[in-house]
């Protein structure tokens, strides 16, 4: 062992010297003076003695330390040179040692043996002595003669202070004697020293054991360190007590990295077992001891292990145990309680230091947590880690943002975790807070509705646990999102704050000055987030306490000054934030601090600020109709909630009635003196007989008052309010939702207003609406739109009566409102630019009115037949792109597809579709859809069937069908997909997309999805009917889609139903909220409906189960589908089941089903194939989704290369594949494309060839290349039959990424199989080369076309078959057969093969010169592997290709 003291030589000499007796002096000890008085010598005159004297050491007794006249090097050379010249030399070593051994029988005279030796304070030996003297026994271990009989001894002596290691003196002997041992020059017997040191080990007691190993980095040699390592390991084991010595120990040990990783395996064993206060020396040895090559490894090995929860919460539950039993010792429990806290806290300021100084540490914990498959596995640790490292390590901060948003998207970091890392680990997540608050910020910014959710679960988390600092902090980051965000930013901080709100009222109040602020930004935000906002601060400024009046105040001002406004904007947010107020007010119940108060009955005094408030809102819009309107809408929602004091309902209750009677209700006939611009007649009553005294709804008259001029308008009081048509729908769902919250549902006292008749007039049929005025047709327009919304509106009303007469009022309503509604496409084609009345009013209208005027089919075929003109000189390169551009420019709608696509709507005056009008009509109510257990009601059923359906009192028609699946489709897509996945155009005005839907976005998701649930059972039996319909007009028609007595409206209709059918199954399973766990029983309930579909009176089964049979009941269908959009719908819902199962052992059926499709021939019931942008949208996807999920792409590529293709090919002009039907001139660009695409993507997942790999391996990549070579040459020949330019697009774009592919993957594994599969590979060449030339002559016939959108792709292409070139030379090179590589000119040549000549090439042919290098384009050089002149065939097309350039 290297020394560590340097020895020095000293000039004092004279034995005469260490003779002298010395005076008083002072002594150093341990840095400490002392004084030695002067009788303390100890006289020995044994051998012992004389020779310590002789040599320089005097002994002393008591409290004083031994002296020593010269330095410690001097007298060690004294002692061994007087040993070694004794006469009776070795027995004198005995002797010596002897007589130490009498000499510290005594403790105080064997404590200053241990004791530094104090230099000796005479004037003329002062400068002889070092300031500093080892101790004697150090001193005498220093000689090798002495030294293995002095360890032996004070090993034996070590023992005699087990019990009474500190005496009274206050010094630990058993630390001093180990101290001896530490830092010695040399050791004479190292082996000896380790063995006799852990037999001491073993059986000393636990603080001497700790001072011993902590000292044997300084004791030991540096060759025992592998030895003891050793047997510290195994000591680990067995006594985890020491684990803390040990592993310091180990620590300062140098081991070899075998040894190392030994020792940390040993570790590694113990950590689950070690006690939580040894945790942190635990975890940094390991870190430490990590090498680069097995870090991740380790780390994975250590997570695993690692159960910090345990540790926290085992002491916590003693703790609580303790309290409720009321003993003393409770305060011990509560004390681990804090000290398990401090170590886990201690544990990751470990981790933290290793991920911000060790880059190995920290890459390899982030992937060890990527590793980590399922979200069961994933611990709390995992999170904090994650956190660390985003706060210590700014470069990494993206890194771990990426990571985070993978598992929680995966499911893998759930909210529970995150609510377990606040509640366990509150002390460490206070550190890392401004991590937390950034990573809480970006999330919310997120795409993902489950990422915005943890965001969102952060703050809530966040404010919860932290102090007051960090709850500032908190509401002022959520203010900023609510003021500056998205729009779904927007609604989830103020969903964040009304939790925050009604969980933490007290602690909140005080920022209500930062909420206040949110006010000032009101113009950005939309009526739903105004009500959440005027909600968050009503329930601060009316909670019990009543703390906030200055808030009431701030909010009386700001409503006041809304509803005096005259701008129609801020009306309404006076009027939203007003009621909103009302709510907080008058509510019956209120939730502060997290719980649920009942509030006591209003007083006197609070219905009269209530009331007067209503009152002043009311008396602001009672000339302004939309206003009025918006006022009866928000009250109505207000009441629908059920929390309203009863005083403040029976107040509502009496004005509503009365108003309602006295504007809207009038008695029949109608009287003479009303204005009406058309001839009033009583329509749609649903009585038996309309008999004097009926009540009637006075619609046109009213809506003639609307029309009279503006002098007319002001003559009329302004102190009467101004009745309008517009508040007619408000107005009465204000009246029933009162009158059944009354009543507890019984809506007996309005029934009446159900099947009464309106006073509208006779509606023209289509041809006679010329001889209408303008204004007359508009009249009508707005007739038919109030008329809609009444019926809507009172089919919200008596949706859910389960009275049978009821039930069938309801159903004729609906049946009304088909028929209108058709009559109403007409009318509005013949009346361009009319703009509806507003239905919904708590929010702006578009700009732009959807209106499609009659001239714009006409232009848009005369633009049709002008470019088809202008491009016949050109090849019919772009026949299948103007097809698809054409049909592109027609408007798509989402009712049925075939009757967009039948030849005898493009010939009759186009319809205006009223989905695009959805703003102008009444929202219906999610409770409407409880009409669909009615039972479904067809013609053909009827005509067949009549008998069976005698036992139905109620039954819907296809058309009501139709009408309730559109509009539940429409509300499932706005609820259940989120925002960012339908991102608004860009400047579009905020609120747009809401319109419709105001009454939906008062209910969360879950809501929706539990009501959705519900209809599942109504859904299958429509699907079945639908199902049972086709498959039996297949039946009855002999499988011919378009037989003659096919009534095809009826198919259409059917048709649509079926489609919007599946839309709704598969807008319900791809919710994304079924990957949270609070929703997973939801998603087993609308599985176990479909279970049980197939197999009634199952049980409880597992949710693999439920989706086996739910795939299994869905798969039933598909032999029904009439379209390929039902066929495109049915495929995702079973794809969307598949991909939530944890086994994929479905993809072979959804590859079955696709192909099924794929070779169905679509024909619609009018003979017609269907064609255009929509029909090639759905082929694609269907495609797609065969070849991701066939067993074998590249077959399958073959097989529709070898077998489809050459059937189109010999077809005729309109003819198809026999084989795949649906492969026609029309579609096969959108085959081509697929093929392409997929083909590069399967090549890019082969790896590249090593050296390293077998044959087998070799030839099996090989194989895979060959095949998709042949496929990719193929593809590319097939540009001389289909030359149309998208087949060009597609070729030139994937051929580049395909040679790029090659060459980056393909060309590693020719440069190492070579020798082996020199055939294979020469094969797989010449097969390439032929394909590249092709593309070279596609470069030159971009360039003749000169299209800019074809010639982009040119550059790139040309460089990457370059590359290719001069990498097969360096291919050949490498297996020493450059000789094979000749390279010659490659001519410029169209898709046919014929040369491209430029104009000094044509002079060059006349003077019959043969031109090498063209002038304009150059050349391109490619390798030939001795095939340079040969002829080669096309493989399919039967064309001669010329390859003899």
Not at 234 to 259: G, Q
Not at 391 to 420: C, D, F, H, P, W
Not at 650 to 665: H, P, Q, R, Y
Request: net charge negative; with cysteine; proline share 4%.
């Amino acid at each position: 062992m290297t020394s560590r003291r340097k020895l020095s030589k000293s000039t004092a000499q004279g034995e005469n010297l260490l003779e002298e007796s010395p005076k008083t002096k002072k002594s150093r000890v341990s840095g400490k003076k002392m004084t030695v008085p002067q009788d303390g010598v100890v006289e020995n005159n044994s051998v012992f003695g004389q020779l310590l004297k002789a040599a320089g050491i005097t002994l002393k007794a008591g409290e004083r330390q031994n002296e020593i006249a010269t330095d410690g090097a001097v007298f060690q050379k004294k002692l061994r040179q007087a040993l070694r010249k004794h006469p009776s030399y070795p027995q004198v070593v005995g002797e010596l040692v002897s007589g130490l051994e009498s000499h510290i029988e005594n403790r105080d005279q064997f404590r200053n043996c241990l004791l530094p030796c104090v230099p000796a304070q005479s004037q003329e030996m002062s400068n002889a002595v070092h300031s500093y003297c080892e101790s004697l026994i150090k001193l005498l271990l220093g000689i090798e003669i002495l030294q293995p009989a002095i360890i032996r001894l004070l090993f034996e002596k070590l023992p005699e202070f087990f019990h009474e290691s500190v005496g009274s003196d206050g010094l630990n002997l058993p630390r001093l004697i180990i101290n001896q041992l530490k830092w010695l020059d040399r050791i004479v017997d190292s082996k000896d020293l380790v063995l006799t040191i852990m037999q001491i080990i073993c059986v000393s007691p636990l603080p001497i054991q700790h001072d011993i190993i902590t000292s044997l980095p300084e004791i030991l040699e540096d060759s025992q360190h592998s030895e003891v390592a050793r047997e510290l390991s195994s000591l680990l084991k067995e006594k985890t007590e020491l684990t803390v010595p040990i592993l310091d120990a180990l620590s300062s040990l140098n081991l070899d990295l075998e040894l190392l990783s030994e020792v940390r395996r040993s570790v590694m064993i113990t950590v689950a077992a070690v006690r939580v206060e040894d945790l942190p020396v635990v975890v940094k040895f390991i870190l430490r001891s990590i090498k680069t090559a097995d870090a991740v490894e380790v780390i994975s090995d250590l997570r695993k292990k690692l159960d910090l929860d345990s540790c926290v919460s085992l002491p916590r539950i003693q703790a609580s145990q303790s309290k409720l039993k009321s003993q003393p010792p409770g305060s011990l429990s509560a004390n681990q309680v804090n000290i398990s806290q401090d170590c886990v806290k201690l544990l990751f300021e470990v981790i933290k230091s290793a991920v911000k100084f060790q880059k190995t540490i920290l890459e390899a914990w982030v992937k060890a947590i990527e590793n980590v498959a399922s979200a069961s596995e994933h611990k709390v640790l995992d999170l904090i880690v994650l956190l660390i490292i985003c706060a210590t390590n700014a470069k990494n901060k993206k890194q771990i943002e990426r990571v985070l948003r993978n598992k929680i998207r995966s499911g893998g970091m759930q909210e529970k975790l995150l609510q377990n890392a606040f509640r366990l680990h509150s002390q460490v997540m206070r550190d890392l807070f401004p991590a937390i608050l950034s990573l809480a910020e970006i999330f919310l910014h997120a795409v993902d509705p489950c990422i915005v959710s943890f965001g969102s679960c952060t703050y809530k988390q966040a404010y919860a646990t932290f102090d007051s600092y960090c709850q500032q902090e908190i509401v002022g980051a959520l203010v900023t999102h609510a003021c500056g965000g998205n729009d779904v930013e927007v609604d989830v901080s103020l969903e964040v704050l009304i939790d925050l709100v009604s969980a933490h009222t007290s602690s909140v109040a005080p920022y209500a000055v930062f909420l206040k602020s949110i006010l000032d930004y009101m113009d950005n935000l939309s009526p739903q987030q105004i009500r959440k906002l005027f909600h968050i601060l009503s329930m601060l400024a009316f909670s019990q306490e009543h703390r906030g009046s200055h808030i009431q105040d701030d909010m009386h001002m700001v409503i006041r000054k809304q509803l005096s406004s005259t701008i129609a904007k801020y009306k309404r947010i006076g009027i939203i934030g007003a009621v909103t107020m009302v709510s907080s007010m008058a509510a019956k119940r209120s939730k502060e601090n997290g719980n649920l108060l009942e509030r006591p009955p209003l007083s006197k005094e609070q219905c009269r600020q209530i009331t007067s408030l209503l009152e002043l809102v009311c008396s602001c819009c009672k000339q302004v109709p939309q206003a009025l309107a918006l006022y009866y809408d928000e009250l109505a929602s207000l009441v629908q909630k059920g929390n309203l004091d009863l005083q403040i309902l029976n107040w509502i209750e009496n004005s509503v009635v009365k108003d309602f009677e006295a504007d809207f209700v009038t008695e029949f006939p109608p009287s003479g003196d009303s204005a009406s611009l058309l001839p009033v007649k009583a329509l749609y009553s649903l009585e038996e007989e309309e008999s004097e005294g009926i009540i009637v709804i006075n619609l046109l008259p009213l809506l003639s008052q609307s029309y009279l001029s503006s002098e007319e308008t002001a003559a009329l009081s302004k102190e009467k309010r101004l009745v309008s048509p517009v508040c007619l729908p408000p107005f009465f769902r204000l009246l029933r939702l009162c009158i059944s919250e009354i009543n507890n549902g019984n809506m007996e006292e309005i029934d009446a207003l159900l099947g009464c008749p309106l006073y509208l007039t006779d509606f023209l049929e289509e041809g006679k609406l010329d001889s209408l005025s303008n204004q007359e047709r508009e009249l009508l327009c707005s007739l038919l739109f109030h008329t809609l919304n009444w019926f809507r509106e009172v089919v919200n009303a008596f949706c859910q009566q389960e009275d049978p007469e009821m039930k069938g009022r309801v159903l004729a309503r609906l049946q009304n409102i088909t028929e209108l509604q058709c009559l109403l496409e007409k009318y509005l084609a013949a009346s361009p630019g009319y703009v509806p009345p507003p239905a919904n009013f708590d929010s702006e209208m578009m700009a732009g009115v959807p209106v499609i005027s009659t001239a714009g089919p006409t232009k848009n075929k005369n633009k049709g037949r002008k470019r088809k003109k202008s491009d016949s000189k050109n090849s019919s390169v772009d026949n299948s792109e103007r097809d698809e551009n054409t049909e592109a420019n027609q408007p798509e709608a989402e009712t049925s597809q075939p009757e967009k696509d039948s030849k005898e709507n493009e010939s009759e005056a186009p319809l205006v579709q009223l989905q695009n009008y959805s703003a102008y009509f009444r929202e219906l109510d999610f409770e409407v859809f409880t009409i669909l257990h009615s039972g479904l009601l067809t013609k053909s059923v009827l005509d067949t069937e009549m008998h069976t359906k005698t036992r139905e009192v109620v039954q819907i028609g296809p058309a009501e069908l139709l009408f309730l699946l559109e509009d539940l489709c429409h509300k499932l897509e706005f609820i259940l997909i989120p925002t960012s996945a339908k991102r608004p155009p860009f400047l579009k005005g905020k609120g747009n997309r809401n319109v419709g839907f105001s009454h939906l976005c008062q209910r969360s998701s879950q809501d929706v999805m539990e009501c959705a649930v519900q209809l599942l059972k109504p859904l299958c039996n429509h699907m079945e009917n639908m199902h049972n319909f086709f498959q039996a007009l297949l039946a009855e028609n002999h499988g011919v889609v378009d037989a003659p007595g096919v009534n095809i409206q009826e198919h259409q209709l059917m048709s649509s139903c079926y489609q919007r059918l599946l839309q709704a199954f598969n807008l319900l399973f791809a919710w994304s909220g079924f990957s949270q766990r609070e929703n997973h029983s939801l998603l087993k309930a609308g599985l176990q409906v479909l279970a049980h579909r197939l197999k009634p009176g199952e049980k409880e089964l597992s949710l693999e189960e439920l989706l086996r049979q739910s795939f299994q009941y869905l798969q039933n269908f598909q032999h029904s589908v009439p379209n390929i959009y039902c066929a495109l719908s049915l495929t995702q819902i079973l794809l969307g089941l598949a991909e939530k199962s944890m086994t994929n052992v479905k993809n072979d059926k959804i590859a079955s089903i696709t192909k099924q499709f794929l070779c169905q021939s679509w024909i619609e019931p009018s003979g017609v194939r269907p064609k255009g942008r929509q029909f090639n949208d759905a082929l694609h996807a269907l495609f797609c989704i065969y070849l991701e999920h066939t067993d074998n792409l590249l077959k399958a590529i073959e097989d529709i290369l070898s077998i489809g293709i050459p059937e189109l090919i010999h077809s005729s002009k309109d003819g198809y594949s026999s084989t795949y039907p649906t492969l026609t001139r029309q579609t096969f660009p959108v085959f081509f494309r697929v093929m392409m695409a997929q083909l590069e993507g399967s090549v890019r997942s082969i790896p590249a060839g090593r050296s390293s790999e077998s044959s087998e391996v070799q030839l099996e990549k090989l194989l895979h290349w060959n095949m998709a070579v042949r496929d990719f040459h193929i593809l590319v020949n097939l540009v001389k039959v289909f030359d149309s330019r998208p087949v060009l697009t597609v070729c030139l774009k994937y051929g580049r990424l395909f040679l790029e592919t090659f060459l980056k993957l393909g060309m590693p594994l020719l440069d190492c199989s070579f020798k082996k599969h020199r055939e294979d590979v020469q094969s797989l060449l010449k097969t390439l080369q032929l394909s590249t030339r092709q593309l070279h002559h596609m470069c030159g016939h971009s360039k003749i076309r000169q299209d800019t959108g074809l010639t982009s792709h040119i550059p790139l292409l040309k460089k990457s078959l370059e590359q290719f070139v001069y990498r097969v030379k360096a291919m050949l090179a490498l297996n020493h057969c450059q000789e094979a590589f000749w390279v010659g000119i490659l001519k410029n040549r169209d898709l046919q093969g014929e040369e491209i000549l430029s104009q000094a090439s044509q002079e060059s042919k006349e003077e019959e010169e043969v031109s090498i290098l063209p002038e304009e384009d150059p050349v391109e050089d490619n390798g030939e592997e001795d095939d340079s002149e040969s002829e080669s065939k096309a493989d399919i097309i039967d064309s001669d290709e010329d390859s003899s350039d």
